[in-house]
């Protein structure tokens, strides 16, 4: 029947083309292209439902929401790892292998530790049968329905599957996912997440498969349990290799190494990678590669002695609470903030976390006098990840949000629909103005360089300062005269400030500090509109051409500069000298310097990100594409360059380098370029 052969050639598409993407990170098609394999595949079995098949991929989403996870027994059992944190403890865990295998070198696979969740994947001749949780390690929860949905997670296993393979491995949410999966978590009203790993739990223990399908899980796997039918391979390696060839994502952040030099070598340039990985790591995992090896070494307890987890330094831990109070932010936003007994936590001495709201605290459920969890990650502000109730002491206290602004006592307003509390008097709270000057002043903004938290809280209480411009009226004497202040570094500031006056459009636009409007949103308002006036009497329709600005952003940017107060500054700014380069608007897309040029970027680019890459190009009318064929013009290649780049070589591509294609765009000068060469 041509049906069933149409379906079944479908399916065989749809799932080389997720192999291409999830295992490969090389995609072949472009996504309209899948869509629409997949809108016709999805027509077809609705035409004949006898087409359909348990792993075909229009049956990701079960409809049956559950009463309660089953219960899954794990025959070989799902164990933790031995911890490692400074260097002696790799050199002890090296030394005791050698010992016991009686070597002189190991050899160590070494990967990432993902923060997500673990769990086990059963396969039975090649199809998904079964996904559990880790649970206690002996069972798990029964997740399958919800795997199922899991992006890039094969139903089936490509050809030459073994009769039975269980995977073990984590499920995660990549950094981008989680942020766009909070920004429509925002946009609707609904409660933000707190981090990909808790978004990535909740998102799985949800009883009705269909809100999981809502969520951007992924997995990466990192090993197998059960197995039958195949003579694997012999070393842990190879064995990752293996699972990929049969269509289980790996992550390609891995080595094999020799000895305590290798691991911690592998250990520090991961480190540094790091903050540019798409999903969140919390160490790295080293194992002997030699199974056999992996064997004799045997376990110790719940943990493998042939393996051990490095971790990276403490980015949690624990202190009590000794007191609660609202910060008011730069747009009144009221956030309860923890002020802790000072605790040493991810390399820095933290003294105040933030509870980020109402609702947050009391979900967790914080008193004042709790033993709590902090955690700071990489730049975030730390925040209290959660209280300790079995140490709370008697006398601890609920905290109340205040009916009126702590900094001006005007009343402070909570929308149904927000979160957030918000105080009600604009400009003439104190607090609101403070974090505005702070964030004007910022080495991001105006770069005011020396203009700190202590001068500004003296200038706004002392009524020196009411708005950005009164900065650029500041003399030395008036500053001299501020505490802590000599009239040498009154000097200095002044020096500072009158220096701020020459910036950009985007640092500008940037400083006034419009709700919604990060760096990169001024970044593409500047780039778009070329001046500041054009921005201004942007409409909303206008602002919603600029990439990645939205409804919601629109509607703060025009709201911002509906504001008579705001063009007043604006206007002083101007006159006090502050002053930028204008350009005229973007060239429309088709006329610009790439029109009709296809690129594909791959690898890490030195000073951007791959999205930054992307709006450039298409800034100028270029093309980007996901995929390199003979259609492709250039490929922009930065470090760790992988397959796309012997693609392009094999099929004669032009391969350029960031600064290339910056010199395309006429944002440096070719001279530059080779002036960095010699
Ligand atoms: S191997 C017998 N490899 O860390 C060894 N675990 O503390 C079993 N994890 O719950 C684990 N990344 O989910 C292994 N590359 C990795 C891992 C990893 C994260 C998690 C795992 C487990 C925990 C062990």
């Not at 390696?237 to 293996?242: E, F, I, V």
């Not at 601890?396 to 918000?422: H, K, Y």
């Not at 064929?629 to 591509?653: C, F, M, P, Q």
Request: charged share 25%; proline share 5%.
């Amino acid at each position: 029947m041509q049906a069933a052969e149409r379906a079944s050639k479908l399916r065989e598409a749809l799932n080389h083309h997720n192999y291409r993407y999830y295992v490969l990170d090389d995609p072949e098609l472009p996504d309209a292209e899948y869509d629409r394999f997949f809108g016709e595949l999805q027509a077809l079995e609705a035409q004949f439902p006898d087409l359909i098949t348990s792993d075909s991929p229009t049956q990701r989403v079960g409809s049956t929401p559950l009463s309660a996870f089953e219960q899954v027994a794990h025959r070989i059992p799902m164990l933790s790892l031995n911890n490692g944190f400074i260097d002696d403890d790799i050199v002890a865990f090296d030394r005791r292998v050698r010992e016991i295998l009686e070597v002189d070198t190991v050899e160590y696979s070494a990967e990432p530790k993902f923060d997500g969740l673990a769990i086990s994947l059963r396969y039975e001749g090649g199809l998904f049968v079964q996904g559990a949780t880790r649970g206690d390690g002996s069972t798990g929860e029964d997740v399958t329905q919800n795997l199922r949905t899991v992006r890039g997670l094969p139903l089936r296993l490509r050809a030459g599957a073994p009769r039975l393979l269980e995977v073990r491995g984590e499920v995660l949410m990549f950094r981008r996912d989680f942020e766009l999966l909070n920004q429509r978590q925002r946009e609707m009203g609904d409660k933000e997440f707190v981090n990909p790993r808790n978004a990535a739990a909740g998102s799985l223990r949800q009883l009705n498969p269909r809100l999981t399908a809502n969520r951007p899980l992924r997995f990466l796997g990192y090993g197998i349990g059960e197995s039958a039918g195949e003579v694997l391979p012999g070393r842990h390696s190879g064995l990752l290799s293996r699972l990929a060839d049969l269509g289980i994502p790996i992550s390609s952040e891995r080595a094999v190494v020799r000895g305590v030099d290798g691991l911690l070598g592998f250990y520090r340039k991961l480190g540094t990678r790091r903050p540019a990985l798409p999903y969140e790591i919390d160490g790295v995992v080293y194992k002997v590669d030699d199974l056999r090896a992996q064997e004799q070494l045997g376990f110790v307890s719940r943990a493998p002695r042939f393996a051990l987890a490095h971790k990276f330094p403490a980015e949690e831990a624990i202190t009590e609470v000794r007191d609660i109070d609202v910060q008011v932010g730069r747009t009144g936003a009221l956030t309860p903030t923890a002020r802790l007994n000072p605790v040493f936590v991810g390399g820095v001495t933290v003294t105040n976390a933030t509870l980020h709201n109402e609702d947050e605290m009391r979900r967790k459920d914080i008193h004042i006098g709790d033993t709590v969890v902090v955690r700071r990650a990489g730049d975030v502000i730390p925040e209290v990840v959660r209280a300790l109730p079995e140490r709370r002491p008697p006398d601890a206290r609920r905290f109340t949000m205040p009916v009126t602004c702590p900094a001006c006592g005007s009343a402070v307003v909570r929308l149904p629909d927000e979160a957030i509390a918000r105080c009600s008097g604009g400009l003439i709270c104190p607090a609101q103005r403070k974090q505005a000057l702070l964030h004007f002043a910022s080495r991001r903004a105006m770069d005011v360089e020396g203009l700190g938290e202590k001068i500004v809280d003296q200038l706004v209480d002392r009524d020196l300062v009411r708005a950005a411009s009164d900065l650029y009226r500041l003399n030395v004497s008036v500053l001299a005269a501020l505490d802590r202040m000599g009239e040498k570094s009154a000097r200095n500031l002044i020096d500072a400030i009158e220096h701020s006056k020459q910036t950009t459009l985007e640092r500008f636009i940037y400083a006034l500090g419009i709700r919604n409007a990060g760096e990169s949103t001024a970044r593409d308002l500047a780039r778009h509109f070329g001046s500041l006036d054009r921005l201004i009497t942007a409409t909303e329709e206008q602002l919603q051409q600029v990439s990645d600005v939205g409804p919601v952003v629109a509607e703060s940017i025009r709201r911002f500069f509906a504001e008579k107060h705001n063009l007043e500054v604006i206007d002083q700014l101007r006159a006090t000298g502050v002053h930028w380069p204008e350009h005229e608007p973007a060239v429309a897309p088709a006329a610009g310097v790439l029109a009709g040029k296809t690129f594909v970027l791959t690898g890490i680019l030195p000073s951007m990100s791959r999205d930054n890459a992307r709006h450039r190009i298409e800034a100028q009318g270029g093309k980007v594409s996901g995929a390199v064929s003979k259609k492709t013009d250039y490929v922009v290649a930065g470090d760790d360059a992988g397959s796309k780049l012997d693609r392009a070589n094999a099929l004669g591509i032009k391969v350029i380098d960031e600064l290339q294609l910056l010199a395309m765009i006429g944002e440096i000068e070719s001279e530059t370029i080779r002036e960095i060469n010699q």
